[in-house]
């Protein structure tokens, strides 16, 4: 017996011993890689010949990254010696002003170089390479214009098949050192950028399959905090695969105070066979308090803030009923005053049935949301524009334009609905601030990559980046009461154009929520499989130099519906408006 149990000591002990030499070498291998990947990304941003595209990021990494895994000390130190003397080109050093105030710095962060993984003569030169100038007037990598979208000479590869480690790393690679440089708020993020890199190398070397891929590039996605980012979600074809979509819910919802308020039913017959009712608050599903219950099935959202990503949770997708394996939920909810259980029947998406109810509501929507109109005249002298349902159709021609803006100048008020993305983005970067009588002026702090020192942020001063050059005002400055609504689907374009409209004159007033926290231009960074990475690529600021992203644009005046208001058929909001106007 004792034998027996020395014996079976000695074999745990093995196990242990084995487990933790591996473990160490896993560890030791993900370490070299991510120092190579931050190497590599600073030759290919930072370097004279990456500027000149001399640099041939891809081909070098690809053939590069499985030496880096097998190597030992001695051999990984040699190879990122190679690297810096045959890629760097000739450096040119400048005295970059690094506190300037036309330079945002924030994020510029080379600690990593100090990683005791790196010989000191290859800390020095990594260093020196921080300090390298471009004199050129463009990067090979960066766009030549501050608001350009598409990154430039990034291979998509679309014919990948998803299978080959390296490429899966070059993937992470390219995106990680995108937002590394050219993300004006990774000083902003919840987690450091070096951890994230550390955390997805194995991840991302461990994918076998498209879904996997997929689910990598939101794990990066989602770690940015950048509403921007939630684009990639349109991109997704294993979104079923990777949410768990089984089911959908028989109503429609919002997402209310971290609970789940039901707004209406797909049809009259789900809504007669359900226990819900209208303006139930679901506060608890199977035992799991709805605060915990959204916040897992949230993880994978990309979004700045909380409220883009009760947003999306509620969305077409219905991603609040996403990991779920049973279509009878037991919940609890709040019916005015009292607290009921209840059992709720989903619908089985792969059911054509069911496919066909909720298609069928959502046509519903589709067609009721084409009815509305971009401009309205409101009773006791109010105008309504509405930036998500006015399009460039509705633009008034030449001959039309006095008369545009001789009726807008006589209305008492003008409420601005930002509560969808602009349709037109010349209504508002020409045509109002001319038919207003407003000449173009900078309402904001811009910034864009500056290429001549990637990380850092050089603002931009010319008046074409915030408006028409080319604005003419033969009126005088209109006076009368600007109102602005705004919520979590005011985004990028909708807040930029938000901060223009709330200083057209000294009579506006927002009135809404926090919106999407992503103003400025979204950069578009092709990945292997013909992906798009996205991520915000301007920096955004207040006049006052205070921050946008992750905030949003703060309204004078705070709406937050009610659950009356959420299922109710008006739009309180606007209503709320209203009432503001006729008290003033």
């Known amino acids: 017996m004792k034998k027996y149990l020395f014996n079976n000591f000695i074999f745990l002990l093995f196990i242990l011993l084995v487990n933790n ?37 891809d081909s070098i990494f690809l053939a590069l990254v499985s030496n880096v895994k097998a190597a030992d000390e001695n051999q990984f130190s040699a190879l990122i010696a190679t690297l810096l003397k045959e890629n760097l080109g000739r450096p040119e050093v400048s005295k970059i002003k690094v506190n300037s105030e036309s330079l945002l710095t924030k994020n510029i962060d ?10 000191g003569i290859i800390q020095k030169q990594l260093a020196a390479l921080t300090k390298t100038y471009n004199s050129g007037s463009t990067h090979y990598f960066i766009p030549n214009i501050a608001y350009e979208g598409e990154l430039p000479h990034e291979n998509a590869y679309p014919n990948y098949a998803f299978d080959n480690e390296a490429m899966n790393l070059l993937a992470l690679a390219k995106a990680w050192n995108a937002i590394a440089y050219l993300f ?18 194995p991840v991302f070397s461990a994918i076998k399959s498209r879904a996997a891929y997929e689910k990598s590039i939101l794990l990066l996605e989602s770690a940015i905090d950048d509403t921007h980012a939630s684009g990639f979600l349109n991109q997704v074809k294993g979104l079923s695969e990777i949410f768990n ?3 959908y819910p028989s109503f429609a919802y919002k997402i209310y105070q971290n609970k789940i308020v039901v707004t209406e039913f797909l049809t009259d017959s ?8 209208t303006g139930d608050l679901i506060v608890s599903i199977n035992g ?61 998406r792969k059911e054509k049935r069911a496919g066909e109810i909720v298609n069928n509501y959502f046509k519903q929507k589709s067609a009721q949301d084409h009815l509305v109109k971009g401009y309205e005249e409101l009773p006791h002298n109010i105008a309504l524009i509405r930036a998500g349902y006015f399009f460039d159709k509705d633009l008034p021609s030449d001959k039309e334009l006095m008369a545009f803006s001789q009726n807008l100048n006589k209305k008492k008020a003008i409420i601005f609905d930002m509560r969808k993305y602009p349709a037109s983005p010349g209504l508002f970067y020409y045509y109002l601030p001319m038919a207003l009588g407003k000449p173009a002026f900078k309402f ?30 033969t009126m005088p400055l209109y006076k009368g009461k600007i109102v602005i609504l705004t919520n979590e689907n005011t985004q990028s374009m909708g807040e930029w154009f938000t901060m223009m409209l709330r200083q057209l004159n000294s009579n506006t007033t927002v009135i809404g929520s926090q919106t999407a926290g992503a103003d400025g231009d979204t950069k578009h960074l092709n990945l292997p499989g013909g992906y798009e990475f996205l991520f915000t690529g301007s920096g955004i600021f207040y006049p006052n130099g205070k921050e946008t992203q992750r905030i949003g644009i703060v309204p004078d005046l705070l709406y937050q519906p009610s659950v009356k208001d959420l299922i109710s058929a008006t739009d309180m909001h606007l209503e709320k408006a209203l009432e503001y106007l006729k008290s003033k």
């Open 21 to 57: 030499v591996y473990g160490n070498v896993n560890s030791t291998t993900n370490e070299r890689t991510k120092a190579f990947i931050q190497v590599w990304g600073l030759i290919k941003y930072k370097s004279i010949n990456g500027a000149q595209g001399k640099f041939n990021a």
């Open 110 to 119: 080379y600690s990593w170089i100090n990683n005791r993984i790196f010989t």
């Open 184 to 201: 004006p708020y990774r000083y902003v993020m919840d987690q450091k950028w070096k951890l994230t890199l550390q955390k997805l190398i």
């Open 245 to 247: 979509l089984k089911y």
């Open 270 to 277: 789900l809504a007669k066979a359900s226990h819900l009712k």
């Open 288 to 348: 799991i308090k709805t605060k915990e219950w959204l916040k897992q099935r949230s993880a994978l959202l990309p979004a700045s803030n909380q409220s883009v990503k009760n947003r999306l949770l509620a969305d077409n997708d219905a991603f609040a009923f996403s990991a779920i394996d049973n279509s009878t939920l037991n919940v609890r909810v709040k019916r005015e005053d009292n607290y009921l259980n209840v059992q709720v029947v989903l619908l089985e």
């Open 444 to 473: 904001a702090q811009y910034y864009g990559v500056d290429i001549s020192n990637a990380g850092a942020f050089v603002k931009q001063d010319g008046i074409e980046v915030f408006l028409s050059k080319d604005i003419t005002t």
